[in-house]
């Protein structure tokens, strides 16, 4: 157990909806990422919250947006889903952000139908 | 851009020893990470080498070369358990965001 909670575990959708994915890191970790994994694309880094501000930005489509709140927990909203956004969303933390050791949440598998 | 090669598939008897590969293309680099995933598990951290060298702890061990933009993780005293997904992947830029390659599925028989 990484420390890192995620919910909801499964979503089920139909296109064109919207989600919302909740993410709480790790006790005292600062900074809060953002990634999907996907059978063609690999696992992708999406975004990156420090302290509650967007610290940089991956392949992130403009559907997808996300926010750090001040208790540090982090939400990611994808909107307007199409087939293709069907993956494991995964939520890391660390305690500053720099390189090194990340804790992975167990992730979020978002079907959508 | 920014690109990762590592092997698709190794496998391996228990007790033996084996080595994942990893090359790397980027722009900028701060550190080569390895992470360990199990089929629909979340991945787990296992080394981090910034600096040229061997990193080892327990069974596990990373080294890196920068001038040759490689790097390998070997896994040592194989147990039918490490039979997962080996990720590594590159730290761009002092932020954190992380690059990784498309992962290396390893299977251990008995």
């Known amino acids: 157990d990484s420390g890192v909670t995620q919910t909801p575990k499964h979503l089920i959708t139909a296109t064109g909806q919207r989600v919302t994915l909740r993410c709480s890191p790790r006790?005292?970790?600062?900074?809060v990422y953002w990634y999907q994994q996907s059978l063609d694309q690999g696992l992708q880094f999406l975004i990156q919250y420090y302290n509650g501000e967007e610290r940089a930005k991956g392949n992130i489509l403009e559907r997808f947006s996300a926010q750090q709140f001040p208790d540090l927990h982090s939400e990611l909203n994808l909107s307007s889903l199409e087939l293709g956004d069907s993956a494991l969303y995964f939520c890391?933390?660390?305690?500053?952000?720099?390189?090194?050791?990340?804790?992975f949440g167990p992730g979020t598998r978002l079907t959508v139908t | 851009g920014q690109s990762l090669e590592q092997p698709s598939e190794v496998t391996a008897v228990e007790g033996a020893i084996v080595q994942i590969n990893c090359t790397y293309q980027t722009s900028g680099f701060y550190g080569l990470s390895w992470y360990q995933q199990h089929d629909g598990g979340a991945p787990t951290f296992l080394s981090y080498n910034a600096l040229d060298g061997l990193e080892e702890t327990g069974r596990f061990s990373s080294f890196l070369s920068r001038s040759d933009s490689y790097g390998y993780l070997l896994l040592q005293e194989l147990q039918m358990k490490d039979s997962a997904s080996y990720f590594c992947?590159?730290?761009?830029?002092?932020?954190?965001?992380?690059?990784f390659g498309r992962g290396t599925q390893l299977t251990v028989w008995p």
């Open positions: 992947a590159v730290g761009g830029s002092t932020l954190g965001r992380l690059y």
């Open positions: 890391a933390s660390s305690p500053q952000g720099g390189v090194g050791e990340q804790y």
């Open positions: 006790s005292g970790d600062l900074s």
